[in-house]
């Protein structure tokens, strides 16, 4: 019997835009046992990083109750090559509309993936923060987030 085959950094991103837009790929899956996901950018209610599969299999676990609050009519993704075999960075944008505030929403992210063994070892996402805040109806809790003292 042939082994599995192993996916390439393309591969791997090609299947983080298809868990955005919804399409039964498990987030979780996708990452080494010991890997990291990273929001270098604050928003408030997602944790800055989540160490190990579990752990974001676990984070991901809540992922339907704040799907909820959005529904996604169309994701794109332009992924990039770069110099080290190991890493591509993605474009991904979704657009919709928020469930929360009946409006239009357009949400971008920049991603960074670091893939190994054809399984996601570091992932730094970088979404930004005020859309998502926005497309959540959490513009109170950012805005509170930012009057609080460092």
Do not use: C, N, W
Not at 4 to 10: F, H
Not at 45 to 70: N, V, Y
Request: hydrophobic share 40%; no cysteine.
């Amino acid at each position: 019997m042939a082994e599995p085959s192993v996916l390439s950094p393309t591969e791997v991103a090609v299947r983080v835009r298809r868990m955005v837009a919804g399409e039964e790929v498990s987030f979780a899956d996708l990452f080494a046992a010991d890997g990291l996901l990273e929001y270098p950018f604050d928003i408030p209610g997602i944790p800055r990083e989540l160490r190990g599969q579990e752990a974001i299999r676990a984070h991901f676990a809540k992922a339907p109750a704040s799907r909820a609050a959005f529904r996604i009519e169309d994701v794109s993704a332009i992924i990039h090559q770069t110099d080290d075999p190991e890493v591509v960075i993605t474009q991904i944008e979704h657009r919709g509309t928020s469930t929360v505030t009946g409006r239009p929403y357009r949400s971008q992210a920049l991603g960074i993936i670091r893939v190994r063994h054809g399984r996601i070892v570091h992932y730094q996402d970088y979404m930004d923060p005020i859309g998502t805040a926005r497309m959540l109806g959490r513009t109170d809790a950012l805005v509170a987030a930012l009057r609080a003292e460092s």
